[in-house]
Each structure stands twice: as structure tokens, then as C-alpha cells.
């Protein structure tokens, strides 16, 4: 090796070193080489999709998914003694989303711009025309379609041979490029399976998504501080940030309230929720615990299918067969009927309590007729047919009778003087003030001055001369 190409080597991979951070450029140990990561900077809302019609039977074929970072293209290079005076870098180019064939075209133009540049070092322009010109030069646009390549036919590509053979596959026969038989060794398409890339192609876009993130600065709209990305946090469906400290508090309230489905954006009308995995970052154990079991209990309680074993000691959730009304506990094996919650009773009418019957009798009058149906199923039609004739039976006592003050029997009074007498007890009482008489003299009540009920024995009764000295008489 000439004392100009080693200097030249030397001061190449300082340079490259000094520009790049080392994610994108790391020299080797042993070789004069290294490796250089190259990462697209992809236009707004690009897409990548699956094809329908894709030979392997995956689960997402036919779907789309919008992202902001491809994995990056991996350029490895070996530096031979005489470079760069006369020979190029041996090198082999990776990618897990470009075809084989996709990957020969760059090889190519790789070699041609080696060609463009011969006996001067190559390494920083492969690297910029890789980083701002793959895509144009693939007439790759959005949506892209994702292909795995196949390597049947492998030729052995070197400079001299690019050189030689015409293979465009820039320009307009950029789409035409995967039709291409031929494929060059230094090009490898390192992923096992379309299914695989894919996840590997989310995943990556959500671990550089996470990390823009954690570097930027975000003014939190709870405490109106500044702070970074990595002391924030932001809801998926809205995108609204607040910082961790702000939300922790927040969170934490809310669930000590029992409130864990109003876990919502602070920002006012916000519909988004934080998901499960938000609230366990951002909690205590303990509270996390609260917070996913009440939220897998309001979640039961919205599930039509879904009732609570009655024993106070059990109350774990059940399965309810549809058109069936036996619930069966799978932990204390209790059978019970799923509407009135006691004991199954088979076909027999559900049992309805004394207390019940006013609900039943309200909901039986307000309901449709295929609600009134169910019910009359559900309880049975002489019991609804018995519970509105004793509703209306107390309605009309309440309105026309009074109860005995000594036994409480419903009287009604139809004619004669307030001198009442029960025909359950046979107590003497006052009509008017309700009050109990004295068996010797009841009339003394409305004929002593003191008693509040004083001449008042036929008050608001229409009697005539004939009854009032029959009933004085009396």
C-alpha cells in the first residue's frame, strides 16, 4: 500500500467519523472498512401495503399502514490496499424492504459512480446518492408495495463488469425492476419472510417514532411547563401532550374515585382514552391493580351475557347462555335463575316480594307490548293481573278510607254522624281527629267544651232534623 492511498483511507474514515454519529457510521477493528447505516428520509404520510394476491398467506395481506421510518439500508465496505487509486471498495449492500433485484440496481449505480470518481475517495458520495437519492432513483412513491425477492440466478457484479453490461434500472424502468433475472451478490435482502418484515418494519417506525419524540421539547397544558419528550407522554388517538408528573396525579385521582373509563384526554371535549399499558407506566402497583380490576368489572357490566353469581361470598362473573335463564357458578357451583336471582326454579314463575309489586305493577303499565309479554312469561300473568288489582284496591282505600287507630282496618264511612265504630276491633273512634273514644260515653268527645272536636259530631254531614235527634238519642 502506497504511502498517498493509506493517508487518503486515514483521512476518508476520520472524515466519515467526524460527520456521522455512531449509529450511522462505525469503522472497523481489524480491516481498513467499516459499516454505514443509511436512513431515509421518507415524504409525509407514506405508505406501505401487502397485496392480496401475495404468495404467502399471511393475515394482513390487502392492508395498508402508514409510516415515517423504513429500516435502514446497511452499506458494509472493505477498503484493498490500492484504494483509491485504482481499485474500488469491496463492499455488500442490505436492506430488508428493497428487493434483491432493487438492491443489484444500487450495486450498479454504485459502481458507476465509483467509475465517476475513480482514483479519488468514493465512500461520502455512495453514502449521500444511497440517502437522498434511493428513492427517486427506484421511483419508489407512495403506497409502496412490500415484496420479498428471490436470488435464483446470482452474478458476480464487479466494476469492470458494471463497466461493460447495461442494466438500467433507474428512470423510467425503475418500476420494471423487480421483472430482473439478474442478481448481484453484493446485494442481500436480509429477512426470512414477508410476515416478518412487516412486523419488523412497524416495529422499527414506532421505536424511531419514540425516540423524535423523547428528544423534542413539549410545553405540558396542566402545569404550562417545558420539559422533554421523555418526561412526557401523549394519547394515541388525539396526540396530545402533557408531561408524566401532571398525568400521574391525574390518573391517580381518578381512580382512587373509582372513575377508571373517564381516564380521558385533560384537553376539554377530548374523546381519547389512555390505554391500559399508559396507566400502568405511569402508577403504582397497588393502584394499578384497583384500576384493572374496575375496569374489567365495568366491562362485564356492559356485556348483556354476562350476570353475578347472588352469593354475597362468591359475586364472580357468569356466562348466560342465550334463551337460557339458569346461571350456573363455576366457582360454587350455585344454579340460579339469571332475572330474579334466587334459587333456579325451572319454569315456574320467578317469585315476586311484597315490596316488588309496586315496581312490577309500574313497569308492567309503562311497558310495550312485547315487554308486557316477557313479563307475563317472566312472573306469570296471575301474578301481574293480582299485583294491579291490590294496587288498585290500596289506591282506592287511600282515597276513600281512613284505618282504625287501635288495629289499623281500612273504615269507610258512608253516612251517620264522626262517631265511628271499627268492624275489626269494634273500637269507638272520632272520625275527624282520628282519636280514640271512651266505650262508656263516646259522645262526651264532641259534647265537652274542651275537647277540640266540640259540637262537631255531624260536621260536614248533610243530615236532616230526623237523624240528628236519632243520633242524639243514640
Avoid at 130 to 136: I, R
Avoid at 296 to 314: F, G, K, N, W
Avoid at 388 to 396: D, G, P, V
Amino acid at each position: 500500500m502506497s504511502s498517498e492511498d493509506r493517508e487518503a483511507q486515514e483521512d476518508e474514515l476520520l472524515a466519515l467519523a467526524s460527520i456521522y454519529d455512531g449509529d450511522e457510521f462505525r469503522k472497523a477493528e481489524s480491516v481498513q472498512g467499516g459499516e454505514t447505516r443509511i436512513y431515509l428520509d421518507l415524504p409525509q404520510n407514506f405508505k406501505i401495503f401487502v397485496s392480496g394476491n401475495s404468495n404467502e398467506c399471511l393475515q394482513n395481506s390487502g392492508f395498508e399502514y402508514t409510516i415515517c421510518f423504513l429500516p435502514p439500508l446497511v452499506l458494509n465496505f472493505e477498503l484493498p490496499p490500492d484504494y483509491p487509486s485504482s481499485s474500488p471498495p469491496s463492499f455488500t449492500l442490505s436492506g430488508k424492504w428493497l428487493s434483491p433485484t432493487q438492491l443489484s440496481a444500487l450495486c450498479k449505480h454504485l459502481d458507476n459512480l465509483w467509475e465517476e470518481h475513480r482514483g479519488s475517495v468514493v465512500l461520502f458520495a455512495w453514502m449521500q446518492f444511497l440517502k437522498e437519492e434511493t428513492l427517486g432513483y427506484l421511483n419508489i412513491v407512495s403506497p409502496f408495495e412490500l415484496k420479498m425477492g428471490s436470488q435464483k440466478k446470482v452474478q458476480r457484479r464487479t466494476a469492470q463488469a458494471s463497466a461493460n453490461t447495461e442494466l438500467d434500472f433507474g428512470g423510467a424502468a425503475g418500476p420494471d425492476v423487480d421483472q430482473e433475472d439478474v442478481v448481484d451478490e453484493r446485494a442481500v435482502q436480509d429477512v426470512e419472510s414477508l410476515s416478518s418484515l412487516i412486523q419488523e418494519i412497524l416495529d422499527f417506525d414506532q421505536a424511531q417514532q419514540i425516540k423524535c419524540f423523547n428528544s423534542k421539547l413539549f410545553l405540558c397544558n396542566i402545569c404550562f411547563c417545558e420539559k422533554l419528550g421523555s418526561e412526557c407522554m401523549y394519547f394515541l388517538e388525539c396526540r396530545h401532550v402533557y408531561c408524566k408528573a401532571c398525568l400521574k396525579d391525574y390518573f391517580e385521582i381518578q381512580i382512587r374515585d373509582g372513575q377508571v373509563q373517564c381516564l380521558n384526554c385533560p384537553e376539554p371535549k377530548c374523546p381519547s382514552v389512555a390505554t391500559p399499558g399508559q396507566v400502568k407506566e405511569l402508577v403504582e402497583a397497588e393502584l394499578f391493580a384497583r384500576y384493572d380490576r374496575l375496569l374489567l368489572q365495568s366491562t362485564l357490566d356492559l356485556m348483556a351475557d354476562v350476570v353475578y353469581c347472588p352469593r354475597p361470598c362468591c359475586q364472580l362473573p357468569v356466562m348466560q347462555e342465550p334463551g337460557c335463564t339458569m346461571g350456573i357458578c363455576s366457582s360454587c357451583n350455585f344454579a340460579f335463575c339469571t332475572l330474579c336471582r334466587l334459587t333456579y326454579h325451572g319454569v315456574s314463575p320467578c317469585k315476586v316480594t311484597a315490596e316488588k309489586l309496586i315496581d312490577l305493577r309500574n313497569e308492567y303499565l309503562q311497558a310495550d307490548e312485547a315487554n308486557k309479554r316477557f313479563l307475563e312469561q317472566r312472573y306469570g300473568k296471575r301474578v301481574i293481573q293480582k299485583a294491579l288489582e291490590e294496587m288498585e284496591s290500596k289506591e282506592w282505600l287511600e282515597k276513600n278510607s281512613k284505618s282504625c287507630p287501635c288495629c289499623g282496618t281500612p273504615i269507610e264511612k258512608l253516612d251517620g254522624c264522626n262517631k265511628m265504630t271499627c268492624t275489626g276491633c269494634m273500637q269507638y273512634f272520632c272520625w275527624i281527629c282520628m282519636g280514640s273514644l271512651s266505650r262508656a260515653n263516646p259522645y262526651r268527645h264532641f259534647t265537652d267544651p274542651a275537647s277540640p272536636c266540640f259540637n262537631r259530631l255531624f260536621h260536614a254531614v248533610d243530615v236532616n232534623g230526623d237523624i240528628w235527634e236519632d243520633e242524639v238519642e243514640d
